[in-house]
């Protein structure tokens, strides 16, 4: 489905998208990538919603990718006596392994490995840290505290560790299991919560064995210290702001996106700016104007995709925010600035043959009546060196690989083409002309560049750029050399 805009839209399902007419909407609206939230929803709820993309994929004739994300561990305090208690600023306050129920001066903390890894002076954060804990003193089955910020805490609120390094797996028992079904179902690409170190993106590709992308979600300060070697290890980065603004002071959260999209884009890696962009929309048909220029921020950053969770999967209005989404994406695209701003932050990457290819390919469509660039890809590496680029014409992704097609579709720019396995460069073009005629990007007699790599069907050999014209001679005199 062409669209008029480079910036993907990713939207969660949930009770409010769960049908075939509303989750077609959404995709005609503007999503181009459906969320699987595996926090929510039973193996056969995620089974069906899964089988209804499919279909509309089928229908609509278009590559649509499938994100599926593990919940990852839950630190959760435990109950309490006699319902919610308050807990003032300056009390103190204590964690510990006692099953008794909690009152306004202690209650359990069933994670054993937290108490392992704290020290006098860290902090605790209940709540999404509406409360504020400081630890005074600590052991193997405790933590004494003082209260910084108080407020009411109740039965199992979450707790973040944000000065640590928890010896915690990224994957719990639950993540294991989801991770294999959601892989034998079919999903393109799994994002990873509670990453903390390189070995958890590690741990999750060897089980995955090839069958989905890694995404890895940065929601940890630990992942931040580690971002280089996560980023090398990733398929794909997404920048959860909702638990970073919790452990880290919600003023560092907009130069860290900065710096994560900026890095993300370097390394050809799609990256997902997510967490709260229209979140008045859950309940309102109108964004906040605040709301509006967060989204038309994370797009002038560059960034691969931007996110809706709770206004498309449990809001009243889904179509509504995917409509908003993909209106404020095609203004700001439309912007002068937004060139500027996209060209200001290129880097130049020129260590291997593709590179070169590609950033040729960009120049010669910026100073030529060149109409999209078609780039043959196997494993989508050459497609996404393309989108690094960030060109000012379409990005058209042809490939023999089904999977590889769905999994583009959260690359920027990147419209995804099946096409039959190819052996000679002449069929490369005339079936990239071909494509661009049919899909409206260009007409008779103009011109697009043209990349692929000898031998054919080989990642990794992007070697040859041609520019060609859309011309009747080609297309219809195709037959191989």
């Known amino acids: 489905m062409k669209r008029n805009r480079n910036t993907k839209i990713v939207a969660t399902l949930g009770p409010a998208s769960s049908d075939y007419d509303t ?69 103190a306050f204590r964690m ?14 069933p994670h054993p490995e937290i108490f392992d890894a704290l020290e006098p002076g860290a902090t605790l954060l209940v709540n999404d840290g ?33 000065d640590v390094v928890l010896p915690l797996a990224a994957l ?41 992308a890694i995404l890895s979600k940065i929601e940890k300060p630990a992942a931040i210290e580690a971002f280089d070697d996560i980023l090398s290890a990733s398929d794909g980065i997404m920048v959860a702001r909702g638990d970073l603004g919790v452990e880290l002071p919600v003023h560092s959260v907009p130069p860290i996106q900065k710096r994560l999209v900026r890095k993300c884009r370097a390394a050809a890696k799609p990256v997902i700016v997510a967490t709260q962009m229209l979140e008045s929309m859950i309940d309102s048909p ?35 925010a995917v409509t908003t989404m993909n209106n404020v994406a095609e203004e700001v695209e439309a912007d002068p600035t937004y060139r500027d701003v996209i060209e200001a932050s290129r880097t130049a990457n020129r260590s291997t043959v593709a590179d070169g290819i590609v950033a040729a390919a960009r120049e010669i469509a910026e100073t030529t009546d060149i109409k999209a660039i078609c780039c043959y890809t196997q494993s989508g590496g050459t497609a996404l060196l393309v989108a690094r680029e960030r060109p000012r014409v379409p990005i058209l992704a042809l490939s023999s690989q089904q999977r590889t097609a769905r999994r583009l579709a959260l690359t920027w720019g990147t ?51 041609r520019v060609a014209p859309c011309d009747e001679r080609l297309i219809y005199n195709a037959d191989p050399e």
């Not at 089974?47 to 919940?71: F, T």
């Not at 510990?96 to 359990?108: E, N, Q, Y």
Request: glycine content about 8%; hydrophobic content about 40%; some cysteine.
């Open 415 to 465: 419209n995804c083409v099946l096409a039959g396995e190819l052996d000679r460069f002449k069929m490369a073009v005339v079936t990239a002309a071909r494509a661009a005629l049919d899909d409206g990007y260009a007409q008779m007699q103009d011109q697009i560049v043209v990349t692929a790599g000898v031998p054919f069907n080989t990642s990794g050999t992007t070697n040859i750029l």
């Open 23 to 91: 989750i077609r909407a959404l995709h005609e609206a503007g999503a181009d990538v459906f969320r699987l939230n595996m926090s929510h929803g039973s193996h056969p709820e995620i089974a069906e919603r899964h089988a209804i993309i499919r279909k509309i994929e089928a229908d609509v004739g278009s590559p649509i990718a499938i994100l599926a994300d593990l919940q990852g561990p839950k630190l959760r305090v435990g109950t309490f006596a006699d319902g919610p208690h308050e807990l003032a600023d300056g009390a």
């Open 130 to 162: 509406k409360i504020r804990l400081k630890v005074t003193s600590c052991g193997p089955d405790f933590a004494e505290c003082t209260v910084v910020a108080g407020g009411e805490i109740s039965d199992r609120k979450g707790v973040n560790v944000p």
């Open 172 to 212: 719990s028992d639950k993540d294991r299991k989801d991770l294999e079904f959601v892989c034998e179902l079919g999903v393109d690409w799994l994002a990873l919560s509670f990453v903390q170190r390189v070995a958890d993106v590690r741990e999750a590709r060897d089980l995955c064995n090839g069958r989905a």
């Open 96 to 109: 510990d392994l006692d099953k008794a129920p909690g009152d306004a001066t202690r209650v359990c903390l």
């Open 286 to 320: 109108m964004p906040t104007r605040a709301e509006v220029s967060d989204v038309s921020g994370a797009i002038y950053e560059g960034t691969d995709a931007i996110m809706l969770s709770a206004e498309s999967a449990a809001g009243s209005y889904p179509i509504e």
